[in-house]
Every structure is written in C-alpha cells, then in structure tokens.
C-alpha cells in the first residue's frame, strides 16, 4: 500500500521560502511521474508543479520562476523548492502521482498523505 508522507511547511512573510519533501513508500517510486498538489481553504486541489521519470518539470501557469520540483529516486523523495512566496501561495501542500508532465493531470493513488500546511503572511 503506498504512503505518502510530506513535511516542511510552515508559516513565512511575503518573499520568503520552504522547501517541502515528500517520501513516498509502498511503490516503485523510480517509475512514476510525481506531482506536487496544494489546497487552500474553499478551494479545490490544484496540481501546481510535476516531474517525469527522467527528472523533466513542468509548472502551473505563473509559478514557474518561483517553484522548482526535484525527486531523488534514491531516497524514494520528491522536494518543492518555493521561493518568492506570497500570501496567494497559503494552503496544504500534498505529493502524488501525475498522469504525465505533458498533460498537467493527476492520476493520484488511492490515497493521499496528510499534506503540510504553507502558511504566508503579508
């Protein structure tokens, strides 16, 4: 069963940064696309940045400058650097499998993790 654990949220001003790691158990994590995923309140779960098998990325409209998502196969990891954040980027921050960077769609497990909360004050 696979398990998804994220950590590395918290609460910074406008302009800081975090870093947030997901590590992933249960699959062979080498062989699937890897997304990021956030929620902030009374919205829906949007897909903000994804990694393919061979490390390449892609990123939710304006994000990409801002965000950069890396995976370590090795430790089973996938990592979301976040720079320049800004109060718009405040919500709970999930990792899970993506159907492709090229289509920018989830394809989740059957299960998320608990996520980690971003929180970004002006």
């Known amino acids: 069963q696979v398990q998804l654990v994220e950590s590395g949220g918290g609460s910074v001003q406008t302009g800081g940064s975090l870093r947030l790691s997901c590590v992933v158990s249960?699959?062979?994590?080498?062989?699937?696309?890897m997304g990021w995923f956030r929620q902030a309140p009374g919205k829906q779960r949007e897909l903000v940045a994804g990694?393919?098998?061979?490390?390449?990325?892609n990123y939710a409209g304006s994000l990409k400058g801002r965000f950069t998502i890396s995976r370590d196969n090795a430790k089973k990891t996938v990592y979301l650097q976040m720079n320049g954040l800004e109060p718009e980027d405040t919500a709970v921050y999930y990792c899970?499998?993506?159907?492709?960077?090229?289509?920018?769609?989830?394809?989740?497990?059957?299960?998320w993790g608990q996520g980690t909360q971003v929180t970004v004050s002006s």
């Open positions: 899970n499998r993506i159907l492709s960077i090229t289509s920018m769609r989830g394809r989740p497990f059957g299960s």
């Open positions: 249960g699959i062979v994590f080498s062989v699937v696309d």
């Open positions: 990694i393919d098998t061979r490390g390449n990325t």
